[in-house]
T-cell receptor, first 115, second 115 residues
Framework: KAGVTQTPRYLIKTRGQQVTLSCSPI?????VSWYQQTPGQGLQFLFE???????NKGNFPGRFSGRQFSNSRSEMNVSTLELGDSALYLC??????????????FGPGTRLTVT | AQSVTQLGSHVSVSEGALVLLRCNYS??????LFWYVQYPNQGLQLLLK??????LVKGINGFEAEFKKSETSFHLTKPSAHMSDAAEYFC?????????????FGQGTRLTINP
């Protein structure tokens, strides 16, 4: 079974631009969570989607948004990029709540650099 | 709110020696606890998890961890370190209500193995 895939793997953007990152979960997984990893702040939860609905949201500004499609694939968007948005963005998939299996599987991440 | 503290941002051990990575958590509800490992330029890989039941849990690559409620700890151990264990390790907490979809991570511990 294929793992979690994230595209693109690397991205360079300029301040003020916007960016969209994509995540394809493991087949059969319906929940997708996004995390930001930076040297200063560590790993921080951005949001989680299940059945096309945002279930949880972390403490990030409204410039960070996401969505999930009917095939469980998810995208996250960051508008008006700032230098501080440079980070590794990780996507994780799981079966979803109520399934009795509490494991998230992470993709390799998208490395975003804002210049 | 939940939180995780990993004692020691860097740990160095000799090959063949005991590995002990410390994790303390704070949670107002029964926690689910996880250890993940991250190799350079990769995503996170689940080593082991505690949800309910037996407090000593065994994971992959010879690692194990013990949930101690009275000490609010979930330390990770491995009897004999191998060079391939060099990586960054993250302890994370979630709660049953979230079904482990929303993880709160510690700051990570970088493990170095000396030959």
């Amino acid at each position: 079974k294929a793992g979690v895939t994230q595209t693109p793997r690397y991205l360079i953007k300029t301040r003020g631009q916007q960016v969209t990152l994509s995540c394809s979960p493991i087949s059969g997984h319906r929940s997708v969570s996004w995390y930001q990893q930076t040297p200063g702040q560590g790993l921080q939860f951005l949001f989680e989607y299940f059945s096309e609905t945002q279930r949880n949201k972390g403490n990030f500004p409204g410039r960070f948004s996401g969505r999930q499609f009917s095939n469980s694939r998810s995208e996250m968007n960051v508008s008006t990029l700032e230098l501080g948005d440079s980070a590794l963005y990780l996507c994780a998939s799981s079966l979803g709540p109520g399934q009795g299996v509490y494991e998230q599987y992470f993709g390799p991440g998208t490395r975003l650099t804002v210049t | 709110a939940q939180s995780v503290t990993q004692l020691g941002s860097h740990v160095s051990v000799s090959e063949g020696a005991l590995v002990l990575l410390r994790c303390n958590y704070s949670s107002s509800v029964p926690p689910y606890l996880f250890w993940y490992v991250q190799y350079p330029n990769q995503g996170l890989q689940l080593l082991l998890k505690y949800t309910t039941g037996a407090t000593l849990v065994k994971g992959i690559n010879g690692f194990e961890a013990e949930f101690k409620k009275s000490e609010t700890s979930f330390h990770l151990t491995k009897p004999s370190a191998h060079m391939s264990d060099a990586a960054e390790y993250f302890c994370a907490v979630s709660d049953a209500g979230q079904g482990a979809q929303k993880l709160v991570f510690g700051q990570g511990t970088r493990l170095t193995i000396n030959p």
